[in-house]
């Protein structure tokens, strides 16, 4: 599996952004799928996910109730919307995926990714 992101950009405080992730690969539909960010400075966190199959998502507390994540499995493609977008949400963001629907195994931490974007940034201006 390949994975593209796209859609960043520069936004201010307050502003929305919605990142894409075009997949290659068979059954794709699949796959968990996620986004990672990594501010400057910092290690890579966990965002957002969503499971293969049954489609359950998954947020870090910072972004709940302002991002929401989608997959449109037609296309192969895996969206983020972020909305009330802050500075601290500056940072690369990653898509990544699994071969995999169960979220006990695979959990927030990279390790438990196979699959990786080459990152898009997005800049939150105050």
């Known amino acids: 599996v390949q994975l593209q992101a796209s859609g960043g950009g520069l936004v201010q405080a307050g502003g929305s952004l919605r990142l894409s992730c075009a997949a290659s690969?068979?059954?794709?539909?699949?796959?968990?799928v996620g986004w990672f960010r990594q501010a400057p400075g910092k290690g890579r966190e966990f965002a957002a996910a969503?499971?293969?199959?049954?489609?359950?998502?998954y947020y870090t507390d910072s972004v709940k109730g302002r991002f929401t994540i989608s997959r449109d499995n037609a296309k192969n493609t895996v969206y983020l919307q972020m909305n009330s977008l802050k500075p601290e949400d500056t940072a690369v963001y990653y898509c990544a995926a699994v071969a995999s629907q169960d979220w006990a195994r695979i959990g927030v931490h990279p390790l438990g990714w196979d699959y990786w974007g080459q990152g898009t940034l997005v800049t939150v201006s105050s």
């Open positions: 969503m499971t293969g199959g049954v489609g359950s998502t």
């Open positions: 690969g068979r059954a794709f539909s699949s796959y968990t």
